[in-house]
């Protein structure tokens, strides 16, 4: 690569580790000539998430969709020209032509950031696994093939993605209806006797737990309908998939450990954690 490449890379490598360490160390146990990607992927997506919720952002939700559209057509524009002078885009671009990536996707993973522009009330599931396809599945079907699984695998990849993305929604209740969105479905709230109201108290109602519980099946479920796919990954990619994956399922224990109180306790996993994450990942 030339001078100005590498710093494109260099430059996605430091926002993954600033913004997302979790996951960043997830992408150290990757093969050396496939992180470079990784971090463009993450360098693009995290740049939408920061229009949407960065403290940056531009005030009004059309405002935010307006700047959407700009970075959509920032990568349309590089990839018509193979290069971009944006760099993050122009790292994404060489990563698409080195490893052959559908970047297609990301007008999937966009229409689900535009949803965020503006406050989020989900009605169903299969609205919600519509979001979290665009939100979390697109980008695992990218992942899919730079990351050498079979093309009837990718799919799964999709499956995965949700997953982490469910478990996140789990997890982040509490600041979700900060932010004016409610990713739990409305017919399940229903069904449940969950009110809106009771997303904000100070300890989860026995009717959200339960409501919670199912979440906790059906982000379980996913894991489950995905690990045909990682066990389909080289061997050399194994152990990192199955870390980020060991991150999101402690975080679901920790959640059933609570009694599904994710209001008034903290479910997320401490950085002392990490190591034996890891090493549950590489002997599996």
């Known amino acids: 690569m030339d001078r100005a490449l590498d710093q494109s890379y260099e430059t996605c490598r430091r926002m993954h580790r600033r913004h997302d360490p979790t996951y960043y160390w997830a992408t150290r146990r990757l093969p050396r000539d496939i992180r470079p990607a990784t971090h463009a992927l993450y360098g693009y997506v995290r740049t939408a ?108 990849y999709g499956r995965l993605g949700q997953a982490f993305q469910l478990a996140n929604f789990i997890r982040d209740v509490r600041e979700d209806t900060s932010l004016d969105r409610v990713y739990l479905p409305a017919e399940d709230r229903a069904a449940f006797g969950v009110a809106e109201a009771d997303l904000a108290r100070e300890r989860a109602s026995p009717e959200l737990r339960a409501l919670l519980a199912l979440e906790v099946r059906r982000a379980r479920g996913l894991f489950a309908e995905a690990e045909p796919a990682i066990a389909a990954a080289p061997a050399s990619v194994r152990s990192g998939i199955r870390f980020a994956v060991g991150v999101y399922a402690r975080v679901l224990d920790r959640v059933e450990r609570t009694d599904f109180d994710v209001l008034g306790r903290g479910t997320g996993v401490r950085p002392w954690q990490l190591p034996g994450v890891a090493i549950r990942a590489v002997r599996r």
Do not use: F, K, N
Request: proline share 7%; hydrophobic share 40%.
């Open 49 to 156: 998430d920061e229009i949407v919720d960065g403290p940056g952002r531009p005030a009004s939700a059309d405002a935010r969709r307006a700047a959407l559209d700009a970075w959509e057509r920032e990568l349309h524009d590089g990839l018509a020209r193979g290069r971009s002078p944006h760099p993050v885009v122009g790292a994404l671009v060489d990563a698409g032509r080195r490893h052959r990536l559908p970047l297609g996707e990301l007008r999937t993973y966009m229409r689900s950031m535009r949803i965020d522009c503006a406050p989020v009330r989900i009605a169903t599931w299969e609205e919600l696994e519509a979001y979290m396809d665009g939100s979390a599945g697109s980008v695992g079907r990218i992942m899919a093939p730079l990351l050498g699984v079979p093309a009837r695998h990718h799919v799964g």
